[in-house]
């Protein structure tokens, strides 16, 4: 078996030319991600290196398309019976983001409860709102807990003052961002 010549470099440049430097499948360009040439009809089958068998091609085209000719289906065409298991698998996956949507605002709604009940205020920062659906993600319910807990106790080291509102707020964003901090 004698080992296959790579294409050159100028014919691969000649064919990124010709294609106007876009993948020919889905117009993706260098920007977007690297270019590669494809064989329009695969080597393994049979395929040559002639320029008319050769064209510009992203990396997700080009790997996903492999050696399948462009001509052969692997998914049924028109299958009804996969379009309506798809259509409900998007039902589904809907349905599950809105329950997700809900119980971050419960939770949320919880934590902002935790935080005026622990430190003894009616009203809560109205930055809490936007910063704490966030941080559920990114420390879960449990820790957002203890924080408020480490805020409360910490509060009662401090003589009351006006600020002392404003004072909370930030030390509980810097345990936050103390948390983010690699140790």
């Known amino acids: 078996m004698s080992k296959r010549k790579a ?7 000649e ?11 889905c117009g993706t360009t260098p920007t977007d991600g690297p270019l590669h040439v494809d064989h329009v009809e695969a080597v393994a ?3 040559s290196d002639d320029p008319s068998n050769l064209v510009t091609a992203c990396d997700r085209c080009n790997l996903g398309k492999s050696s399948v000719p462009l001509d052969e289906h692997r998914v049924a065409v028109g299958d009804p019976a996969r ?3 798809h259509a409900e698998q998007i039902r589904q ?3 599950a983001q809105k329950e997700l949507a809900a119980a971050k605002q419960e939770a949320t709604k919880q934590l902002i409860d935790l935080w005026c009940s622990t430190l003894g205020v009616d009203e809560y920062h109205h930055n809490l709102d936007a910063t704490l659906p966030k941080a559920l993600n990114e420390f879960g319910m449990v820790r957002l807990m203890e924080a408020i807990s480490i805020v409360a106790s910490r509060r009662s080291d401090w003589a009351y003052k006006r600020d002392a509102y ?3 707020i930030k030390y509980f964003y810097g345990i936050l961002r103390r948390w983010r901090e690699p140790a």
């Not at 294409?7 to 440049?13: D, E, V």
């Open 7 to 13: 294409i050159s470099t100028r014919t691969r440049f």
């Open 15 to 25: 064919i990124f030319k010709r294609d106007g430097f876009r993948c020919v499948y």
């Open 166 to 168: 404003e004072r909370d």
């Open 83 to 85: 379009a309506r298991e």
């Open 45 to 47: 089958n049979g395929g």
């Open 93 to 95: 996956f809907m349905s």
